[in-house]
């Protein structure tokens, strides 16, 4: 392998991670618990499409960085980056004043093991960034 050409296996975890992060926000959101919650006023509706819509844009900048053989180390770095951000904003999200991983008339749900699913993707989808990166700095010191 050149130093310079980005593992197969780095570009598939990648490219796995801006799917989710495509998708993801709309298998989770698109129902009756967010977008389509009675409850919830048109503003915290709005900031929950711009969340969405966040999403596809990171997952398809991501993509698109991850296009090419060369795998030159900053477009490999930019296009972790972009795949990270959705996963670490979502993260941090609980830091904020009177946030909560589910509403209150949902609690004790969506938990993976005693531990709320988000903070479970959080992990895996930059654990796999992670690997990627790790699978990237290997190939470049051979």
């Known amino acids: 392998m050149k130093p310079r050409e980005l593992p197969r296996s780095a570009r598939i975890l990648t490219g796995l991670v801006a799917l989710v992060t495509m998708v993801g926000p709309y298998l989770a959101d ?3 618990t967010h977008i389509y919650n009675p409850t919830w006023p048109p503003h915290a509706k709005f900031h929950n499409a711009q969340t969405m819509l966040m999403g596809a844009a990171l997952g398809a900048c991501t993509l698109y960085f ?3 053989g060369s795998g030159a180390r900053p477009r490999f770095t930019v296009a972790v980056l ?3 951000l959705y996963w ?3 993260a941090l999200s609980i830091l904020f004043p009177g946030t909560a991983f589910v509403d209150p008339d949902r609690a004790g749900t969506g938990l993976v093991a005693g531990v709320p699913v988000q903070f479970v993707l959080d992990v895996v989808l930059l654990a796999l960034l992670g690997v990627a990166m790790g699978l990237r700095a290997a ?4």
Not at 139 to 142: D, G, I, L, M, V
């Open 30 to 32: 698109w129902n009756e």
């Open 66 to 68: 991850l296009r090419g």
């Open 82 to 84: 972009l795949a990270a």
């Open 88 to 90: 670490i904003t979502q």
């Open 139 to 142: 190939a470049a010191s051979r």
